[in-house]
């Protein structure tokens, strides 16, 4: 069984069109995650949630918006795409955020990604 | 500003050791990640240090040094399937993992 999952694979699409990726995890955890990773493989948070807070990266454009229908499930939706979004975006979930708790809970547990191309 | 540096790439041989540096400044310190990650595919978990010391785990150990923002992977008895992109990721005072650029290991016979 996948741990955490996410479709599309691969998402192709034109300039300012809308999209969103879906992610969805059936480990149980109460925190979940997304992050961009560009050309030169730098990974970065773009979100952290669970069903007490949400944390955004200041960087982040607010085209870029986090959906959670439920504990399991985070999608993201981008709005207006442009060029520069083209990158691998990556969903992950962990037991919490970590406060307070042993180690082991920290651990982030990557979906597959998915290699978004804007034309 | 928070800034994690490792070196971006380093090659070694099959069978020997390689260490790979990483060090960090981050607005507060929750703990230290190393990810595997090969080409085309998503990270996995490798290790986590919080405190000082070295962590063993088989094949594979990391350290940290917290007064230095430090660490380090090390990587015994290499193989081939070592071959892959190493992140280094530190998480910060609110439980972001700020990552490093990566380090490519290209293992050679």
């Known amino acids: 069984d996948t741990a955490v999952s996410q479709t599309p694979k691969y998402l192709v699409t034109q300039m300012g069109n809308d999209k969103s990726i879906k992610c969805e995890q059936n480990?149980?955890?109460?925190?979940m995650y997304w992050y961009k990773q560009d050309s030169k493989k730098f990974l970065k948070i773009m979100f952290s949630?669970?069903?007490?807070?949400?944390?955004i990266n200041e960087t982040v454009p607010n085209r870029f918006s986090p959906k959670s229908p439920d504990k399991a499930h985070l999608n993201l939706h981008i709005n207006s795409l442009e060029l520069g979004d083209s990158a691998v975006y990556f969903c992950?979930?962990?037991?919490?955020?970590?406060?307070?708790?042993?180690?082991?809970?920290?651990?982030?547990?990557f979906g597959p990604g998915t290699r978004l191309t804007v034309l | 500003g928070q800034n994690i540096d490792q070196p971006t790439e380093m090659t070694a041989t099959e069978g020997a050791i390689v260490q790979i540096n990483c060090t960090y400044q981050?607005?507060?310190?929750?703990?230290l990640f190393w990810y595997q990650q090969h080409a085309g595919e998503a990270p996995t978990f490798l290790s986590y240090?919080?405190l000082d010391g070295l962590e063993e785990k088989g094949r594979f150990s990391s350290f940290l040094s917290r007064s230095k923002g430090y660490s380090y992977l090390l990587l015994k008895e290499l193989q081939m399937k070592d071959s892959a992109s190493y992140l280094c990721?530190?998480?910060?005072?609110?439980?972001?993992?700020?990552w490093g650029a990566g380090t490519k290991l290209i293992i050679k016979p």
């Open positions: 949630y669970n069903n007490k807070e949400l944390i």
């Open positions: 480990l149980g955890h109460d925190t």
């Open positions: 240090n919080v």
């Open positions: 992950a979930s962990s037991q919490d955020r970590g406060e307070g708790s042993g180690f082991s809970t920290d651990t982030q547990y």
């Open positions: 981050t607005s507060g310190f929750n703990g």
């Open positions: 990721g530190s998480l910060d005072s609110n439980y972001q993992l700020i």
